[in-house]
């Protein structure tokens, strides 16, 4: 089946040490999200990759950066994790047309110590 | 203004009642609306998309929209204590958004046995 594959689905890093997540896609779709999302809120969106152009949302902090190697990968870097920064982090694709849904991960739930 | 409102709730029906859940948006250029469904814990899980005046319905599931109103609703009929979850309304196309998915901060649903 199609899916979108997020490792590690739990993640326990150290504050101040520099954690990856992964996402993967079979979907072959264009673009890929990364959405950050806190307890009773909405996902917030933090930057998205349209093949292999890169954006990145204005209020998005320096700390977060990402990687797309290939169409089926993409990364999340957080290089300093503060406290503020345990969430769950979930990944989407889509075709890129607005008509078309995003298709999320299961998402990697991250607690920093 | 919130650009994607929706009631917080807890909305608590019935088994085997209709719930109905309801979302405006504020960007009238919106042009595809999406609900999805989310477990506590779990990553948001697409139920259903709307893109034209009127009903589309899919199983228990029915998705009003009216542009004029600029609503959106679900109706879930005969719920199920399956159904117990966080509903989120997600809309694209407008000028701020483009292709890029602004979400409500999701209605609790909650179906009593």
């Known amino acids: 089946d199609a899916m979108v594959i997020q490792n590690p689905r739990y993640q326990v890093t150290q504050f101040g040490k520099p954690v990856t997540l992964s996402c993967s896609q079979t979907?072959?779709?264009?673009?890929m999200y990364w959405y950050q999302q806190k307890s009773s809120q909405a996902p917030k969106l933090l930057f998205h990759?349209?093949?292999?152009?890169?954006?990145n949302e204005a209020d998005t902090p320096d700390n977060f950066q990402s990687r797309r190697p290939n169409t089926s990968f993409c990364f999340l870097d957080i290089r300093s994790p503060g406290l503020g920064d345990a969430a769950m982090y979930l990944c989407?694709?889509?075709?890129?047309?607005?008509?078309?849904?995003?298709?999320f991960g299961p998402g990697t739930r991250l607690l920093v110590l | 203004q919130k650009e994607v409102e929706q009631n917080s709730g807890p909305l608590s029906v019935p088994e085997g009642a209709i719930a109905s859940l309801n979302c405006t948006y504020s960007d009238r250029g919106s042009q595809s609306f999406f609900w999805y469904r989310q477990y506590s814990g779990k990553s948001p899980e697409l139920i259903m998309s709307i893109y034209s005046n009127g009903d589309k319905e899919d199983g228990r599931f029915t998705a009003q929209l009216n542009k004029a109103s600029q609503y959106v609703s679900l109706l879930i009929r005969d719920s199920q204590p399956s159904d117990s979850a966080t509903y989120l309304c997600a809309v694209t196309g407008g000028k701020s958004s483009g292709d890029k998915l602004t979400f409500g901060t999701g209605t609790r649903l909650a179906v009593r046995p």
């Open positions: 979907l072959n779709h264009n673009v």
């Open positions: 990759y349209y093949d292999k152009d890169f954006n």
């Open positions: 989407a694709t889509s075709t890129g047309d607005s008509r078309m849904a995003q298709y």
